[in-house]
């Protein structure tokens, strides 16, 4: 599903911790993945920093500027918490890193400010 507001917003609810993958439709084989207790806002920040082009992975900056009709998103599992969401996350990234537009190969727990 295509990464823009109303997509995100009819499909993922509020609250939904999990795991989700940013891909673009040419290269399905590649994706960048991200966890959080809250999806949907993450998946909306990040739709806004590329509409602002100020996205902090320059992999998927990069791409985004010529291929933006393909971003798309997809929910990859949901937990219960937000610890064993950022455990499989890290398994993703670790499984075959050629394989994710991941900048970072640690995960961490971000804070917001």
């Given at each position: 599903m295509r990464?823009?507001?109303?997509n995100v917003q009819e499909a993922v609810k509020k609250d939904r911790i999990g795991v989700y993958a940013l891909y673009f439709r040419e290269w399905p084989h590649r994706a960048y993945f991200g966890s959080s207790k809250c999806m949907r806002r993450r998946l909306l920040s990040h739709a806004n920093s590329f509409l602002?082009?100020?996205?902090?992975?320059?992999k998927l900056s990069r791409l985004h500027d010529t291929y933006q009709d393909s971003l798309s998103f997809a929910i990859v599992a949901d937990f219960a918490t937000e610890k064993q969401a950022r455990d499989y996350e890290q398994l993703l990234i670790d499984f075959d890193s050629r394989a994710s537009y991941n900048v970072d190969t640690k995960v961490?727990?971000?804070k917001r400010k």
């Open positions: 990464l823009i507001k109303k602002k082009k100020k996205h902090k992975n320059w961490y727990k971000y």
